[in-house]
């Protein structure tokens, strides 16, 4: 096997299309970044979003390697994940071994186009340790999902770190709308997330993996993830009012909360495709609803702040 074919399929076992989920939350953050007022004056930088873009697909790319080498013999136990790549044979443990090594090179290397800004070089392993350690969650908390929803956090508040890293230095509250907005994203992702987990609810509960479907059920789970998606949408229209606690207040509009109304529509519509007694819409809510509003909030966000007279 050549070298392409080993990387086509590596890319096939993260899911690369799934980058989507997160990236459009960091871009977001750095458009905001850069356009709210500040002092210093913060300007836009190509180096910047470049590192922004290779710093993500980097990031995600060295996590999900680590996960389905971690998860390698419970993938091969459960029916649902016994054709992935790596229990299948389609790939071999030093192959996701070297693209994870690369991945982690790659993600450290690309620090380096924040500079002189040094934040993102400071946290950049402790950063990598939380997407990392979300691997080992499951065996040994239920709340696993909101490891994975911190870990998808970080992204905005990263990207907001690498724009406006002095004006962070000054005023550690210049971050407070990208933490209301990593804290949309948070509850946004764990709530997905446990919808996804009913999948393996007799699975988890066979070989003593923990998760929210395994100790409350599918029904408490489904209930659950219906009430964080509540707390996410709360989060992304609070970003708009951040200056209400503290921090700068972002000029998003009327466009930006046209886009939240939308995202509350398409999170009551995930629950709708979703029941107790039929799971088989799981994927469709799981990929396609979720990239609509990742993307969705995206683009209305940027150009509302770009382009929307104010």
């Not at 909101?146 to 907001?160: D, K, S």
């Not at 999948?199 to 988890?204: A, L, V």
Request: one cysteine or more; a positive charge; proline letters at 5%.
């Amino acid at each position: 096997m050549n070298w392409l074919s080993r990387l086509r399929l590596n890319l096939e076992m993260i899911r690369f299309s799934h980058t989507l989920f997160a990236l459009p939350f960091a871009l977001l953050s750095a458009v905001m970044a850069w356009v709210t007022p500040a002092e210093p004056n913060v300007q836009f930088r190509w180096s910047v979003l470049v590192g922004i873009l290779v710093a993500m697909v980097a990031a995600r790319s060295a996590a999900m390697a680590f996960n389905r080498l971690v998860d390698w013999r419970l993938d091969a136990l459960n029916p649902r994940t016994a054709n992935r790549h790596l229990p299948a044979g389609k790939l071999s443990g030093p192959s996701v071994v070297s693209f994870f090594v690369a991945a982690v090179v790659v993600f450290f290397a690309s620090m380096l186009l924040f500079l002189p800004n040094r934040l993102p070089l400071y946290w950049s392993a402790p950063v990598l340790a939380v997407l990392l350690g979300y691997s080992f969650a499951k065996r040994f908390t239920r709340y696993s999902h909101f490891w994975l929803g911190v870990a998808l956090m970080l992204a905005p508040i990263c990207a907001w770190v690498a724009v406006r890293g002095e004006a962070v230095s000054a005023d550690p509250w210049d971050v407070t709308p990208a933490i209301l907005l990593g804290f949309g994203v948070m509850f946004w992702v764990s709530g997905f997330d446990a919808m996804y987990a009913c999948q393996d609810y007799e699975f988890d509960r066979s070989v003593g993996l923990r998760s929210i479907p395994a100790a409350w059920g599918i029904v408490g789970a489904l209930r659950f993830a219906a009430a964080v998606h509540g707390a996410a949408v709360l989060c992304f229209a609070s970003v708009a009012f951040a200056s209400i606690w503290a921090g700068p207040a972002v000029p998003l509009g009327w466009l930006y909360a046209a886009a939240v109304a939308g995202i509350a529509g398409l999170l009551v519509l995930e629950h709708r495709l979703v029941s107790a007694q039929d799971l088989s819409r799981v994927n469709v809510a799981f990929f396609h609803v979720n990239i609509v509003i990742s993307v969705g909030l995206f683009a209305a966000g940027t150009i509302d702040l770009l382009w929307v007279p104010k």
